[in-house]
């Protein structure tokens, strides 16, 4: 858990990499997304990360992934029709699966998140410059995340917006 003491002791590791988030200092959508993922690294210990492109058609794309072996980026799925979308798409909210069985209910890939080191999941919404979400902000860890550690994973998401609708299509 990111205490008090801690994030204090990491502010300015954080901020350099909010400042590569939101403006990429011209090293473009990679650094932005490698940024976001050491930033899940260093505050609540995530197993692993992924950044996906969420187009209007319903497709959704890996921009991102720390385990590319198990996640390969460029891979472009259909999100289809589920209360899982209704939540994290339509709605903007943050989808959380605290345990291995929440995970099992809504993920066919449970047992690779397991096997991973993911015993939660955070799917967190990354809204465009309209307001409209263009992409996912996917953290797994070994423990359930904390009300807090989930907000600063949010403000990451938050921040992913830029580098998302700018990273080349795959």
């Not at 090293?27 to 930033?39: C, K, T």
């Not at 690294?41 to 319903?58: C, K, M, N, P, Q």
């Not at 996640?71 to 291995?100: C, H, N, Q």
């Not at 907000?151 to 938050?158: E, K, P, S, T």
């Amino acid at each position: 858990m990111a205490e008090p003491d801690t994030l204090f002791a990491i502010w300015p590791e954080l901020c350099r990499h909010a400042a590569k988030l939101a403006w990429g200092l011209g090293e473009g959508p990679a650094a932005a997304f490698a940024a976001a993922d050491q930033a899940a690294e260093r505050l609540v210990a995530r197993s692993y990360s992924t950044i996906l492109r969420l187009d209007e058609g319903g497709l959704s794309c890996r921009l991102f992934s720390s385990v590319p072996q198990a996640y390969p980026v460029g891979v472009a799925k259909p999100l289809g029709s589920s209360p899982w979308r209704d939540r994290v798409v339509d709605r903007a909210e943050v989808f959380i699966a605290e345990t291995p069985a929440e995970i099992a209910v809504h993920f066919p890939d449970f047992e690779l998140v397991g096997s991973l080191g993911g015993r939660c999941l955070a799917n967190i919404p990354v809204p465009g410059a309209n307001g409209r979400i263009v992409g996912l902000f996917n953290v797994a860890g070994g423990r359930a995340f904390t009300p807090s550690e989930l907000r600063l994973l949010q403000l990451i998401g938050n921040l992913l917006g830029p580098a998302v609708a700018a990273a080349p299509p795959n």
